[in-house]
C-alpha cells in the first residue's frame, strides 16, 4: 500500500512570469543591445535627413544636428520636385522600375520553376550559369555592356536600361526562387497533372499561387535593388537629351555635384527623402510577407 509519503512529489506550476525569466539569458541581453544599437545606427542618419529636409543652411550646419527646425515648411520639398526636376526623374524611376521588375519576376519565375521541378540535361549547367551572374561585378560588364547597346540603338533609351535591369537582377531571383519553388509538395504537380492540367496551367494557376510568399520576397528585394542602382543608368543614360530621362539616383547626383558649396542643402535632402519614403513605405506594407518568403524557402 503506497503512502502519502512515498508518492512522487508533484512540481510546482511556474507562472508565465517566471518562465519568461528563466529564458533570458545574458547571451539573450546582449543580442538585444546589439540589436538596439543597429537600430539606432540604421535609424539615425534617416531622421537626421528628415530633419535636415526642413532645416536652412545655417540650422544645418551650425546648429544640432537632431534638433527640430524652426518651422515645418514643404517649400523645400516643392523646389526638388519643380525647379530640380524630382519629379520627372521620379516618374521616370517608377516607370522603369515597374517594368523592369515585372519582366524579372516573370521570365524569372518560370526559369526557376523550370530548373526546379524538371529533370532534362544540362538542367544544372543552366542553373549555375544564372548563379554565377551573382559573383560576376557590376562594374566589369558596363564596358562591353555599352557597346552592344550602342550597336544595338539602345543607349540612351528606357528600353535599354529596362533590359539591363531585367539582366541584372535575373541571378539572385532565379537562385531564390528555384530553391522556393523545389520546397513545394510534388504530390499537387502531379495530381494536376493526372487532372490533365497542361505546364503553363500548372505553373500560373497552382505553382504560381503556393509561391505567392516567395514572389512577393524577391519582388520587395528587386525593387530596392533597381530603384536605388545608380551604375547602370549613368552609362546607359547619356548623350543629347539624356537628362529628361534621368532617373532618381542620376538626378541627386546631378543636384549636389552642380551645386557645390552653394547648395541649398534642404531641397537636396528634400530630395533623398522623397527616395527613400518608397522603399520604407513599401517595405513596412510587405513585411509579414517577405519575413514568410524567407523563412517558408529556406526548408522543406
Same mark, same amino acid.
Do not use: C
Given at each position: 500500500?503506497?503512502?502519502?509519503?512515498?508518492?512522487?512529489?508533484?512540481?510546482?506550476?511556474?507562472?508565465?512570469?517566471?518562465?519568461?525569466?528563466?529564458?533570458?539569458s545574458?547571451?539573450?541581453?546582449?543580442?538585444h543591445?546589439?540589436l538596439?544599437?543597429?537600430?539606432?545606427?540604421t535609424?539615425?542618419?534617416?531622421?537626421?535627413?528628415?530633419?535636415?529636409?526642413?532645416?536652412?543652411?545655417?540650422?544645418?550646419?551650425?546648429?544640432?544636428?537632431? *534638433?527640430?527646425?524652426?518651422?515645418?515648411s514643404?517649400a523645400t520639398?516643392?523646389?526638388?520636385?519643380?525647379?530640380?526636376?524630382?519629379?520627372?526623374?521620379?516618374?521616370?524611376?517608377?516607370f522603369?522600375?515597374t517594368?523592369?521588375?515585372?519582366?524579372?519576376?516573370?521570365?524569372?519565375?518560370?526559369?526557376?520553376?523550370v530548373?526546379?521541378?524538371?529533370?532534362?540535361?544540362? %538542367?544544372?549547367?543552366?542553373?549555375?550559369?544564372?548563379?554565377?551572374?551573382?559573383?560576376?561585378?557590376?562594374?566589369?560588364a558596363?564596358?562591353?555592356l555599352?557597346?552592344?547597346l550602342? %550597336?544595338?540603338?539602345?543607349?540612351n533609351?528606357f528600353?535599354?536600361?529596362?533590359?539591363?535591369?531585367?539582366?541584372?537582377?535575373?541571378?539572385?531571383?532565379?537562385?531564390?526562387?528555384? *530553391?522556393?519553388?523545389?520546397?513545394?509538395?510534388?504530390?499537387?504537380?502531379?495530381?494536376?497533372?493526372?487532372?490533365?492540367?497542361?505546364?503553363?496551367?500548372?505553373?500560373?494557376?497552382?505553382?504560381?499561387?503556393?509561391?505567392?510568399?516567395?514572389?512577393?520576397?524577391?519582388?520587395?528585394?528587386?525593387i530596392?535593388?533597381?530603384?536605388?542602382?545608380?551604375?547602370?543608368?549613368? *552609362?546607359?543614360?547619356?548623350?543629347?537629351?539624356?537628362d529628361?530621362?534621368w532617373v532618381?539616383t542620376?538626378?541627386?547626383?546631378?543636384?549636389?555635384?552642380?551645386?557645390?558649396?552653394? *547648395?541649398?542643402?534642404?531641397?537636396l535632402?528634400?530630395?533623398?527623402?522623397?527616395?527613400i519614403?518608397?522603399?520604407?513605405?513599401?517595405y513596412?506594407?510587405?513585411?509579414?510577407?517577405?519575413?514568410?518568403?524567407l523563412?517558408?524557402g529556406?526548408?522543406?
Amino acid at each position: 500500500m503506497t503512502t502519502t509519503a512515498d508518492a512522487p512529489a508533484v512540481p510546482a506550476a511556474v507562472s508565465p512570469v517566471e518562465r519568461k525569466k528563466r529564458e533570458i539569458s545574458p547571451l539573450n541581453g546582449l543580442a538585444h543591445i546589439a540589436l538596439f544599437a543597429w537600430a539606432i545606427a540604421t535609424a539615425g542618419p534617416l531622421i537626421w535627413v528628415l530633419l535636415a529636409s526642413f532645416k536652412s543652411n545655417t540650422e544645418i550646419f551650425l546648429g544640432k544636428p537632431f *534638433a527640430l527646425p524652426s518651422s515645418f515648411s514643404f517649400a523645400t520639398y516643392a523646389d526638388a520636385w519643380t525647379e530640380a526636376n524630382i519629379g520627372q526623374y521620379f516618374l521616370n524611376s517608377v516607370f522603369v522600375v515597374t517594368i523592369s521588375t515585372a519582366g524579372t519576376m516573370l521570365f524569372g519565375s518560370m526559369a526557376a520553376y523550370v530548373l526546379a521541378r524538371y529533370q532534362f540535361k544540362g %538542367n544544372r549547367f543552366l542553373y549555375y550559369l544564372f548563379v554565377s551572374g551573382l559573383a560576376f561585378p557590376t562594374f566589369m560588364a558596363i564596358t562591353p555592356l555599352f557597346f552592344i547597346l550602342k %550597336n544595338l540603338g539602345l543607349i540612351n533609351t528606357f528600353t535599354g536600361l529596362i533590359l539591363v535591369y531585367i539582366a541584372y537582377s535575373l541571378p539572385f531571383t532565379v537562385f531564390f526562387l528555384a *530553391a522556393f519553388f523545389k520546397s513545394l509538395p510534388m504530390e499537387i504537380d502531379e495530381a494536376a497533372t493526372v487532372d490533365g492540367a497542361s505546364h503553363t496551367r500548372k505553373f500560373f494557376q497552382i505553382m504560381m499561387p503556393m509561391a505567392k510568399s516567395g514572389l512577393v520576397s524577391i519582388t520587395i528585394f528587386n525593387i530596392v535593388g533597381q530603384w536605388n542602382q545608380y551604375l547602370l543608368p549613368v *552609362a546607359i543614360m547619356q548623350g543629347a537629351g539624356a537628362d529628361s530621362k534621368w532617373v532618381l539616383t542620376q538626378g541627386i547626383a546631378n543636384i549636389s555635384v552642380q551645386a557645390g558649396y552653394h *547648395a541649398q542643402w534642404s531641397t537636396l535632402f528634400a530630395a533623398l527623402t522623397l527616395t527613400i519614403l518608397p522603399m520604407i513605405v513599401v517595405y513596412a506594407i510587405f513585411q509579414r510577407q517577405i519575413q514568410a518568403g524567407l523563412t517558408a524557402g529556406a526548408v522543406k
